[in-house]
């Protein structure tokens, strides 16, 4: 192992948590968690656990497979957690986990300013792709 002075050794720390190196652990999670489907699942827990059909259902326009794949990566950052209970059929619930929590007041501004701003959007959208075609 690399003997490394104090200055080094932050020096590397900075680069490790700077969330604009590809590298970083930090970059990654950030990317995860601007997904959209990311975003919306999160929202659709805010009121409590969901079976995966409701969670399908309050999320139209989401695959099976895409809802299988966002909730397994929440899962796996510990963002939300799975319960199975013991019934035939067997029940499963996904509900946001204590840290999930610290995260849905960001994605609910988030979704809001969405709603909120759309129109904007979608008149700047419309105004710069007039634009461009005469260009």
């Known amino acids: ?11 590397l720390a900075a680069i490790e948590y700077n969330a604009f190196v590809r590298e970083c652990p930090t970059h990654k999670l950030l ?3 601007s997904d959209k ?3 919306l699942t999160l929202v659709a827990l805010a009121g409590g656990p969901q079976r995966y059909s409701e969670l ?3 999320m139209p326009g989401i695959s099976q497979k895409m809802l299988t794949q966002t909730v397994r990566s929440l899962m796996r950052d510990g963002i ?3 319960t199975a ?3 035939i059929p067997m029940r499963v619930d996904y509900r946001l986990t204590p840290l999930g929590e610290t995260l849905l007041p960001v ?3 988030i979704k809001a300013w969405a709603e909120q701003h759309i129109e904007e959007v979608e008149e700047s959208r419309e105004l710069y ?5 005469s260009a």
């Open 85 to 87: 209970f013991p019934s």
């Open 37 to 39: 489907w990311v975003s």
């Open 107 to 109: 994605m609910r501004q």
């Open 31 to 33: 990317s995860r968690i």
């Open 80 to 82: 939300i957690a799975r």
């Open 1 to 11: 192992m690399t003997t490394r002075t104090a200055a080094q050794r932050r020096e």
């Open 129 to 133: 792709d007039r634009t461009s075609d």
């Open 56 to 58: 399908a259902r309050t």
